[in-house]
């Protein structure tokens, strides 16, 4: 089992940048896929971003390509998300999430979560 910290959220008008950071409690093996996944005010759970652990391929929601972009640090077991170009929609509660096996854009296929972080996108 793999505990999973974010940071990194907080409060940035129209078109500024944040950087979201997840730490895992150990050293995630090869065949895990990290993802980011936000849940708005009385909307449910989307899929944002992830990452493979081994080879580091990428898959994007097409609401945030092009201004998200997903990394990992593998000697900080560390997957982190840069957004830019935020817009008020992108408000939302951010997680990161693990699972095994290869990368899913279905949030309830996602095994670990973290206790999620705030992003608010206001003027």
């Known amino acids: 089992q793999v505990q999973l910290t974010e940071s990194g959220g907080g409060l940035v008008q129209p078109g500024g940048s944040l950087r979201l950071s997840c730490r895992a409690s150990r050293r995630t093996s090869s065949n895990y896929a990290l993802g980011w996944i936000r849940q708005a005010p009385g909307k449910e759970r989307e899929f944002v971003a992830a990452i493979s652990w081994s080879y580091g391929n990428t898959h994007y929601a097409d609401v945030v390509k092009d201004r998200f972009t997903i990394s990992r640090d593998n000697a900080k077991n560390t997957v982190y998300l840069q957004m830019n170009s935020l817009k008020p929609d992108d408000t939302a509660v951010y997680y990161c999430?693990?699972?095994?096996?290869?990368?899913?854009?279905?949030?309830?296929?996602?095994?670990?979560w973290g206790q999620g972080t705030q992003v608010t996108v206001s003027s």
């Open positions: 999430a693990a699972r095994i096996g290869s990368i899913m854009t279905i949030p309830s296929w996602y095994s670990y």
